[in-house]
């Protein structure tokens, strides 16, 4: 048996492009064998994963599970759209739903997790080596109640609970779970469409908040009145602005006239019991990623040049 060096695990990495571990897994599977142990990682489809890896992917698929008291929402992306569409592709994401019911919202932890006899990240490495494109689990979240429901809603669905929005939304209350149902899928809605950023007014990001308050001081300086008076003025239009970032103070879209705390708390009587709208996430497909762009003339012109 050939010594496995930290220099032959140098170069194979550098061969391949698989990653360190793998790269010395596969070395210790064929007794240091170097071109063996290529054949090995190409084989598990490591090596043309690890060649992918620098693509960038901000296509895919959004997926939200839910089971009663809990749900799950998980983004997996891909480099194109026509990739969601593809069936093994929506199994995985389903499947990865599911999983991420069991894990605390980690995205670590979900791809580390076992389906069937291989963990997400294992499967997810083959399916890259079969379909060619890079793939990656991006973020997951996870949202539990003691007692009531966690909603959810997906955007214009390509198949049942997968999309590019997907939202859940927890619901405290010990009333009728299927009325509780109901208002969460409408409150799921109007987060969709009307992206908050928090929750209620305390959960604001104290960042955003301060950039918010000194863009509205420089304005209303603009007026010539006295610091007092701004001050009055600030607090005046940052009620405007919790309407648009927090979604207990929005309108709510369903009925364009309510706030959604308004709603929540009329909900009351119907349901039977009081309820609290304990908390949402709201996944969208690739934000946050920033996209290639691509001057496909120039490509050409490029090509033509050589």
């Not at 890896?53 to 009663?68: D, F, K, M, N, Q």
């Amino acid at each position: 048996m050939a010594e496995i060096t930290a220099a032959l695990v140098k170069d194979l990495r550098e061969k391949t492009g698989a990653g360190m571990m793998d790269c010395k897994k596969a070395l210790g599977e064929v007794a240091g064998d170097f071109e063996a142990a290529v054949d090995w990682l190409r084989k598990k489809g490591l090596a043309a994963a690890a060649k992918k890896s620098g693509r960038v992917a901000a296509e895919g698929l959004v997926t939200v599970a839910t089971t009663g008291t809990s749900g799950a929402v998980v983004e997996i992306n891909a480099e194109t759209d026509f990739v969601a569409r593809n069936d093994q592709f929506q199994s995985y994401v389903k499947a990865a739903g599911q999983i991420a019911l069991q894990v605390d919202g980690d995205v670590e932890a979900l791809k580390n997790a076992k389906h069937g006899d291989k963990t997400l990240q294992e499967e997810l490495t083959a399916l890259i080596a079969t379909i060619g494109e890079n793939m990656s689990i991006r973020r997951v979240a996870k949202l539990a109640v003691k007692q009531g429901v966690v909603a959810s809603y997906v955007h214009n669905p390509i198949a049942p609970n997968l999309g590019k929005i997907g939202v859940l939304i927890a619901l405290e209350s010990a009333g009728d779970p299927e009325k509780l149902q109901a208002l969460g899928r409408q409150l799921a809605m109007h987060v969709a469409a009307a992206r908050p950023e928090a929750l209620s007014i305390g959960d604001v990001d104290p960042t955003n908040l301060d950039r918010e308050r000194e863009v509205l001081a420089d304005q209303a300086r603009a007026s010539g009145k006295g610091e007092d008076i701004i001050a009055k003025m600030v607090e005046g239009r940052l009620r405007k602005y919790y309407e648009e970032v927090v979604l207990l103070e929005q309108v709510y879209v369903v009925d364009g006239e309510s706030k959604v705390k308004s709603v929540v708390e009329k909900a009351t009587k119907e349901i039977g019991a009081p309820v609290v709208l304990a908390g949402f996430v709201r996944f969208a497909l690739g934000e946050g990623i920033e996209k290639e762009q691509v001057d496909f003339a120039a490509e050409v012109a490029a090509q033509a040049a050589r």
